[in-house]
């Protein structure tokens, strides 16, 4: 509260103001330099094409990925396809197996007929 370091206080907040208004002036200065200037522009320039390079690098990302969703739509559509057919198939085969196992059975007991019909044959021609 004594006037004297209120006045120092004053002193140095307006030194600030005054140093910081300094620095802006010198920068406002500075940007309006040709060289500078034309320096910001290039670095701008330059900021852009790298700008435009990205949006072109996404713009291909985007384009592969849909190209690899469309790819692994028709992988998904192909393999259930493929499942389908496999059921088929199996269902067929086990068909075929009782066909077979059928036939077999046949088979054997006409051989067992065949069989006990020479036997016949062979008593009929023994006795």
Request: with cysteine; glycine share 0%.
């Amino acid at each position: 509260d004594n006037p004297s370091v209120l006045l120092d206080q004053i002193m140095q907040e307006n030194q600030e103001k005054i140093w910081s208004a300094k620095q802006n002036l010198q920068e406002s200065q500075e940007d309006q330099n040709p060289k500078k200037l034309q320096n910001k522009i290039n670095q701008l320039r330059k900021r852009f094409k790298m700008l435009e390079l990205d949006e072109d690098q996404l713009t291909s990302q985007r384009e592969h990925i849909q190209a690899l969703k469309e790819n692994l739509q028709r992988e998904k559509d192909l393999n259930s396809t493929l499942m389908n057919k496999l059921e088929q198939l199996e269902k067929e085969k086990s068909q075929v197996e009782k066909e077979y196992l059928s036939y077999r059975k046949e088979l054997e007991e006409t051989t067992e007929h065949n069989s006990n019909l020479e036997k016949c044959i062979e008593n009929l021609d023994s006795a």
